[in-house]
């Protein structure tokens, strides 16, 4: 093959997905450059909320954010916290969410009157901040070209090039074969993130990856090859014992 997979792979998840569904308008606020502040904020305390959760839940408990008026990180640090973790109740493991948006707002005020911005190494440091929140937090809020790796990434990884080893591997070594391949731009990783996540919750599932529909399946060596090499085959058997990221669906 004359392409590499994931470049390839990214033209055909462009093409296809000529709109980012099935959550058009949040991947479209989350991929637009030069947000707002309220746009910031929302896409930031998305990134926490959307943990272990999907997105219905999380826009439900956004909609009480709104309706409570505490829509800014000020506010968010103001607020008292069982008041807090009511609002975000819809969005499940509201105790610990509350605790991580009070911790992310800290970080977000303590640089808002500064010329520069957060470091990955001071978001990880927040409590509930896990690389792949880091990652998302940088892209979508500071618009910086940094490569995403979460569950549904492995999981394509690991079906496309036909190799177990990416349910696995290190979050930088994978980082390190997108930046490879992809140009080195925050609009392109943040497209190439949500595009893979898309494809995942349509065709490419945990359970029950629909192959046979996959437009993909000229170059995915799982769609092409697990039907009469065991060897791949496998692949399907340890995504489905592969232990859940701290980040589900967004």
């Known amino acids: 093959m ?14 296809h997905y000529t709109r980012l569904d099935p959550h058009a308008e949040t991947w479209n606020l989350w991929i637009k450059a030069n947000k707002s ?9 998305g990134t926490v909320l959307v943990q272990n959760t999907n997105w219905r839940n999380v826009n439900n408990a956004i909609a009480n954010l709104r309706r409570a008026n505490i829509f800014s990180f000020k ?13 975000v109740k819809p969005a499940g ?16 005020l303590t640089y808002s009157n500064r010329d520069d911005l957060p470091s990955r190494q001071d978001l990880l ?29 492995r999981r394509f990884f690991a079906r496309l090039h036909g190799d177990v080893i990416y349910l696995r591997m290190k979050y930088e070594d994978i980082q390190q074969e997108i930046n490879k391949e992809l140009e080195t731009n925050f609009e392109v990783f943040g497209r190439f993130h949500a595009l893979v996540v ?16 996959c ?26 014992q592969s232990p859940k990221s701290k980040r589900n669906t967004r």
């Open 2 to 15: 004359s392409k590499k997979l994931i470049s390839e792979a990214y033209e055909q998840l462009t093409r």
């Open 37 to 45: 502040l309220s746009e910031t904020y929302e896409v930031a305390i």
């Open 75 to 87: 506010k968010i640090q103001k607020i008292n916290l069982k008041k807090l973790e009511e609002l």
């Open 93 to 108: 493991f509201y105790t610990q969410k509350a605790l991580y948006l009070k911790s992310l707002s800290k970080i977000f």
């Open 125 to 153: 440091a927040c409590k509930g901040i896990g690389k792949e929140t880091a990652d998302s937090i940088l892209v979508y809020c500071f618009q910086k070209p940094v490569p995403i790796v979460g569950t549904y990434t």
């Open 198 to 213: 898309v494809h995942g919750q349509n065709l490419c599932q945990k359970n029950d990856p629909k192959c046979t529909q």
């Open 215 to 240: 437009f993909l399946s000229e170059y995915c060596m799982y769609g092409k090859n697990h039907l009469n090499n065991p060897k791949i085959a496998q692949i399907q058997i340890k995504i489905v």
